[in-house]
């Protein structure tokens, strides 16, 4: 009895362990959190050119939220990555799409829009680099 | 003196001109790598590398943020920038150097090359000294270049710990994949 009482415990245990390794092990969902900093493509792009280091300390590992509009889009392996616009013609903000945004693009490929990204931002290499976007509004320019 | 200046500007001109002409970026290149082990295989893919490549000169250079690097476990993803990569002390790594063979491709004919490329890899402030090949394709004007090589961790100041050691291998396959386009 006392036996199986001590398997059932490990059992459940060990249950309990995978599963908190399983959630922890996936990446959170960017548009489900509640902890972004909200900024525009022009003003990100601009503080990093200001000062690298400041914004890397920032913004590097943080959800944010940008706007912006887009200025070209290329797909690469059925991956789309977006680039906004920064005022800048040295650089860009860089948006690395999940591909389970592909469909929800579509509207922006035939037309450039104002979007709103919410993604993880990797840091500075020339332009502003975010990975694991997902789309949160799409606005037509008029 | 007018007539010197203006010829002056129509060559820096033209010099600007074909220097740019040989120059060919991307912005989203991309490098994976993969650690094989019996106890666990990571791979990781990084698809915004930074390089240029000049068709003239041969000269070739890319650099990436460590923390683009994709992991689809979160929890490798945050060992690798916290402890073995250090990426918040060492966020970028680096290659530069040249293809000593670049006079017998010819980026003009569509085709497949082998490219003989040396060069500087710099990851965490730790340079080495390497050499492999790379196959080039050009097609229709566009220029793409691959190659695999092998990194050893332990070379780049990697410190595995113990409980760790034996799930990642010491030498890691890294697969490179740049698709060009021209500088305008």
Do not use: W
């Not at chain 2, 710990?161 to 994949?177: H, N, S, T, Y």
């Amino acid at each position: 009895m006392k036996k199986t009482l001590i398997a059932f415990v490990l059992l459940v245990i060990v249950g309990v362990s995978a599963y908190y390794y399983s959630e922890a092990s996936k990446h959170p969902d960017p548009l489900k959190s509640d902890d972004y900093i909200a900024v525009s493509s022009v003003q990100l792009y601009a503080d990093f050119e200001k000062d690298e280091v400041a914004a890397t300390k920032k913004y590097a590992d943080k959800t944010l939220k940008v706007d912006g509009i887009v200025t070209k889009i290329e797909l690469n392996e059925e991956r789309y990555t977006l680039y906004l616009n920064t005022n800048n013609e040295m650089g860009n903000v860089i948006c690395e799409m999940n591909v389970s945004e592909n469909e929800k693009l579509l509207p922006i490929i035939s037309q450039p829009k104002q979007i709103e990204i919410y993604g993880t931002c990797n840091g500075f290499l020339m332009d502003v680099q975010m990975n694991k976007c997902k789309v949160g509004k799409i606005i037509d320019i008029k | 003196m007018k007539l010197k200046i203006v010829s002056l500007l129509l060559l820096s001109f033209v010099l600007n001109f074909s220097i740019e002409a040989q120059t060919y970026f991307t912005k989203t290149g991309t490098i994976k790598f993969e650690s094989k082990t019996k106890l666990e295989d990571i791979k990781a893919e990084n698809r915004k590398v930074l390089s240029v490549l000049n068709t003239s000169t041969g000269a070739l250079s890319f650099t990436l943020l460590m923390k683009a690097f994709d992991f689809p476990n979160k929890i490798m993803q945050d060992h690798f920038n916290e402890s073995y990569a250090e990426s918040d002390l060492y966020p970028k790594a680096s290659f530069a150097g040249s293809i000593s063979n670049i006079k017998q491709i010819d980026f003009t004919k569509n085709g497949t090359y082998t490219a003989n490329f040396t060069g500087q890899l710099t990851i965490k402030n730790v340079t080495k000294t390497i050499s492999d090949q790379a196959t080039i394709v050009v097609k229709d004007g566009k220029i793409s270049a691959t190659s695999k090589i092998k990194v050893k961790p332990a070379d780049y100041n990697f410190k595995i710990p113990a409980p760790v050691v034996g799930k990642i291998a010491d030498e890691l396959d890294v697969f490179i994949q740049l698709n060009y386009e021209q500088k305008k």
